[in-house]
């Protein structure tokens, strides 16, 4: 894992001690919430519906477990004893008094993390596939490049007041896991004709009120020149994205309105400008950085585990969970597990402090120290040889930890929505616990397949509706909430935006009317191989609008 | 035909320290509990909101303002679903263990 130097280190120290500093001019009446607003959100700080909300970053979604370890303390110190995994792969508080922010913080510190950059107009939190590292698919470990352009864009004094809020992914394989096409900036690391690294490069896109895909601008760039060709981007889009609108201000606005060709054109002769100065890369400094991701020493091929078959045949439990939440790995013996945060009927992406530690114990114990966190909302550990799994399933099971829905219907992505949120028109949380309740029969789930159904709460999208292959968006509709369906968005490498389907449903409706999708969906697909995703691209939205409408 | 009954508000804004929802009292103080909100007519509408724009000044509560009420069983009950959120204090689902203690309950 990546470890602070020292100058990361001082930075972080640095900046809590002028947040506590800055925290208590507000409390004493020195500063005006018009003043402290800025300070506290260029801190993770968000006043939200109940409260305060801090916002930490978790750099490309890795932890160990004594960082873990310490957001359970968090949790159980200074909040009400649980977090909130994000869709960024961040994780929220949502009652921390203000009064003791600093010392969260400085207790963070501690830990090599903080919350800077979690909010505002700046670069955000870089996020990345969370398999880094481990998938059997994987050209590279994207999370080195993640993790260079984390050190690039703190505190960039040119890129701290962007038009609006800036989001970049990478992946490190072709099946894209990590949403790149709707990003600001989408990397993806292969390898080119001679074996060299580099990146495609994507961008534009991104959710919110104008879904857009991003525009692939350069199919090869060296990986020696990743800063420069973003700074040219950053450079383009801070000068001509608009500031008149802040519902405008996006780059994906700018590439619309420019055209992907002009803003090629202009970022190339940017990049043509700087690619040579200070922003190339050192082939050793990337070596050094990319040695702190390099797999545990101990990661070495293993023979199967000869009792495992057994094991699953004695449990069928263990064997759903195998089955659907572990992946292969790129050393023989080992999976990457799917700690699914999506218990049936459950809260998405919550975890309590007690659920926190025991994540970070069988981490620590038995996957060589390393976790992850999905923008699917789920906990992962990358790294687990097949004869840890029953000891960590168990493990899983006494802390309601083991659902076996990875993929599944009710995996549900869903934001905070107005349970939590200043911005929600509309509930999230209880419609996703509805339709996990009404769909949580195991053999039901698995017999439906992999589908990714996504609950936003507002047009903002922080829950990725536009991208789920059932996207389900919550709007105000005379004081009633209000719930509209579109079909068919997908956040992978063959990314699409949703359609929406028809008018929309109350609260009373709306889980009939998924069920009456699914069950289309299941009734009409070719064979049971076929995916919701692939069934609706050959089907069209007919079958689905007269499912839910009638005949025309 | 009956007279039309007069719009009610309260002035609710977050806490200054906690951040936690307040909202302004009858004797110019806040309190978290809505059942002891100033309920104010018309008359007194912009007075109100005034005052509480100087205690936000004040730097006691942070961005307040006025929210429609109807009064149930005499205690204020906000129109707006978001404002009926606040003042139950927090969300409408169970969370942390007492989330996890309800779905053991439910499965048993």
Same mark, same amino acid.
Not at chain 1, 188 to 197: I, V
Not at chain 1, 302 to 311: E, F, M, S, V, Y
Not at chain 1, 513 to 525: F, G, K, L, N, S
């Given at each position: ?53 801090? !916002? ?31 869709? !960024? ?317 990875? +993929? ?18 509309? !509930? ?121 409408? +009638?005949?025309? | ?108």
């Amino acid at each position: 894992m990546y470890r602070y130097d020292e100058f990361d280190q001082d930075f972080v120290t640095d900046r809590v001690a002028q947040f506590r500093d800055q925290v208590n001019r507000r409390l004493s009446g020195e500063l005006t919430e018009d003043q402290f607003k800025p300070l506290r959100l260029q801190n993770g700080v968000y006043l939200q519906l109940h409260a305060y909300m801090l !916002r930490i970053a978790v750099p490309y979604g890795t932890l160990s477990s004594r960082q873990m370890r310490r957001l359970a303390h968090v949790a159980r110190r200074y909040d009400r004893g649980y977090g909130h995994f994000t869709t !960024r792969q961040n994780l929220q508080f949502n009652w921390p008094k203000l009064s003791d922010i600093p010392d969260i913080l400085a207790e963070l510190a501690e830990v090599e993390m903080h919350a800077i950059q979690t909010s505002g107009n700046c670069i955000r939190n870089v996020t990345a596939d969370h398999f880094a590292g481990a998938a059997a698919d994987e050209v590279a470990d994207p999370r080195p490049y993640a993790e260079i352009l984390r050190q690039w864009s703190s505190l960039h004094p040119e890129f701290l007041f962007l038009p609006r809020k800036f989001k970049v992914a990478v992946t490190g394989a072709e099946r894209d896991r990590a949403a790149i096409q709707v990003h600001d900036i989408g990397l993806h690391l292969k390898r080119d004709a001679d074996g060299r690294l580099g990146f495609a490069v994507y961008v534009g896109g991104g959710q919110g009120r104008t879904p857009m895909l991003a525009k692939k601008i350069r199919d090869f760039l060296p990986e020696e020149d990743l800063l420069s060709y973003c700074e040219a981007i950053l450079r383009v889009y801070n000068l001509s994205g608009r500031r008149d609108n802040k519902y405008k201000a996006r780059i994906k606005i700018l590439v619309h309105e420019m055209g992907a060709d002009e803003i090629t054109r202009q970022v190339e002769d940017e990049w043509e400008r700087i690619r040579h100065g200070a922003l190339k890369l050192p082939q050793g400094e990337v070596e050094r950085i990319r040695e702190y991701f390099a797999l545990p020493e101990a990661v070495r091929p293993l023979a199967g585990d000869p009792t495992l078959a057994a094991a699953r045949a004695a449990d069928p439990d263990f064997d759903a969970w195998v089955r659907q939440n572990t992946v292969p790995h790129a050393v023989a013996g080992h999976v990457s597990a799917t700690i699914s945060l999506k218990a049936i009927g459950g809260t998405p992406g919550d975890a309590t402090d007690a659920q926190m530690d025991a994540v970070a114990d069988l981490a620590e114990r038995y996957a060589y120290d390393e976790i992850r966190v999905s923008h699917e909302q789920n906990l992962i550990l990358p790294h687990l040889p097949e004869t840890a799994l029953k000891v960590v399933y168990d493990g899983l099971v006494a802390a309601d930890l083991a659902t076996a829905n990875a +993929g599944l219907v009710t995996d549900i992505i869903a934001c905070p929505g107005l349970d939590y949120c200043a911005l929600a028109n509309a !509930r999230s949380i209880p419609v996703a616990q509805r339709i996990s309740e009404r769909f949580g029969d195991s053999a039901r789930q698995r017999e439906i397949g992999e589908l990714k159904i996504k609950i936003s709460g507002c047009i903002n999208a922080c829950g990725h509706h536009h991208v789920g292959h059932i996207g389900i968006l919550g709007v105000e509709k005379k004081g009633e909430e209000f719930y509209q369906i579109s079909l068919g968005g997908s956040g992978d490498e063959a990314a699409s935006i949703g359609d929406i389907i028809g008018r929309g449903f109350s609260t009373e409706e709306i889980v009939d009317a998924v069920e009456a999708i699914v069950d289309t969906y299941v009734a009409q697909r070719a064979s049971p191989e076929e995916t919701f995703l692939a069934a609706y691209r050959r089907l069209g939205q007919a079958p689905f609008k007269e499912a839910l409408y +009638g005949a025309a | 035909m009956t007279a039309k009954a007069p719009v009610l508000h309260v002035i609710t804004a977050n806490a200054l320290g906690d951040g936690l929802v307040v909202f302004l009292t009858a004797d110019g103080g806040w309190s978290n509990d809505i059942a002891e909100a100033r309920v104010v007519g018309p008359d007194a509408l912009a007075e109100a909101v005034a005052y509480g724009k100087a205690q936000h000044d004040a730097r006691i509560v942070v961005e307040p303002y006025e929210i429609e009420v109807t009064v149930e069983g005499g205690v204020p009950v906000p129109v707006r679903l978001r404002e009926r959120i606040r003042a139950e204090r927090g969300p409408t689902v169970a969370y942390g263990a007492a989330e996890i203690a309800a779905r053991a309950a439910n499965n048993r």
